[in-house]
């Protein structure tokens, strides 16, 4: 990590996209989860609070592995 971002190593290139096999919903920062304002965010995130903050360190572990 540099100033909060993932560094991706010399010679690799990242892509994560929504649509890598399987679509889970949206992905959104857990913040908007439980706001009135973002009902669409609690529609369409189908697996709940805290799968953002999930998936974001699974992206991150991933990562770490490909960097060492």
């Known amino acids: 990590w540099v100033n909060g971002h993932i560094q991706v190593p010399p010679g690799h290139k990242v892509i994560i996209t929504s649509f890598n096999g399987d679509y889970v919903g949206y992905i959104t920062e857990d913040s908007h989860y439980d706001t009135r304002s973002h009902a669409e965010v609690r529609t369409m995130n189908w697996v709940g609070p805290g799968f953002g903050h999930y998936s974001s360190s699974v992206i ?5 592995k490909i960097s060492h």
């Open 60 to 64: 991150s572990r991933a990562l770490e």
